[in-house]
T-cell receptor, first 109, second 115 residues
């Protein structure tokens, strides 16, 4: 079966750094996405990794290790508006997006 | 900036009724998708559509579901006989293609409530 695991909830402090992990087991791999979703809203694209390594994009970075089936999203200089769910999604061999359940990130002042 | 739009934003219907959810994908995109998200649960893939036909569908997408691109801009999801468990947020998405980089742009969603 296809499976994507990420923590259900994390809490961090404004201005700090947080790392959200994602592990996956899918039939094939054609890339991994991180999306942000505020409550009641649509997911919005954050990052994409298809090769091993770190992709940096402003305050957000995403890392991928294909051999380990592992990715993380790193958020720096946390702001209150970063409180949201962070969804890990993998494109499988059919180019179908398989979604994790999301990690709810709570930012405290 | 181009965006995916969906109508209606909210739909309330009685069990057993048919509903049609509408989407207007980004104009130069070729691939279209429907997802659903039951409240508090993860996003689930329903179907992908390319070149006027379904390219992939999930186990959720059974005979009560159908999709159509009736004209050059709209992309619709029809649920023939709604069930209570169809209550969810339905997201439409579109992308330029598949392949290594396939960012899907999501619409704001339609919240479907089946009573």
């Amino acid at each position: 079966g296809q499976n994507i695991d990420q923590p259900t909830e994390m809490t961090a402090t404004e201005g700090a750094i947080v790392q959200i992990n994602c592990t996956y087991q899918t039939s094939g791999f054609n890339g991994l996405f991180w999306y942000q979703q505020h409550a009641g809203e649509a997911p919005t694209f954050l990052s994409y990794n298809v090769l091993d390594g770190l992709e940096e994009k402003g305050r957000f970075s995403s890392f991928l290790s294909r051999s380990k089936g592992y990715s993380y999203l790193l958020l720096k200089e946390l702001q209150m508006k970063d409180s949201a769910s962070y969804l890990c999604a993998v494109t499988d061999s059919n180019y179908q997006l398989i979604w994790g359940a999301g990690t709810k990130l709570i930012i405290k002042p | 900036e181009p965006e995916v739009t969906q109508t209606p934003s909210h739909q309330v219907t009685q069990m057993g009724q048919e509903v049609i959810l509408r989407c207007v994908p980004i104009s130069n995109h070729l691939y279209f998708y429907w997802y659903r998200q039951i409240l508090g649960q993860k996003v689930e893939f329903l179907v992908s559509f390319y070149n006027n036909e379904i390219s992939e569908k999930s186990e959720i997408f059974d005979d009560q579901f159908s999709v159509e691109r009736p004209d050059g801009s709209n992309f619709t999801l029809k649920i023939r006989s709604t069930k209570l468990e169809d209550s969810a947020m339905y997201f439409c998405a579109s992308s330029t293609g598949t392949g290594d980089y396939n960012e899907q742009f999501f619409g704001p969603g339609t919240r479907l409530t089946v009573l």
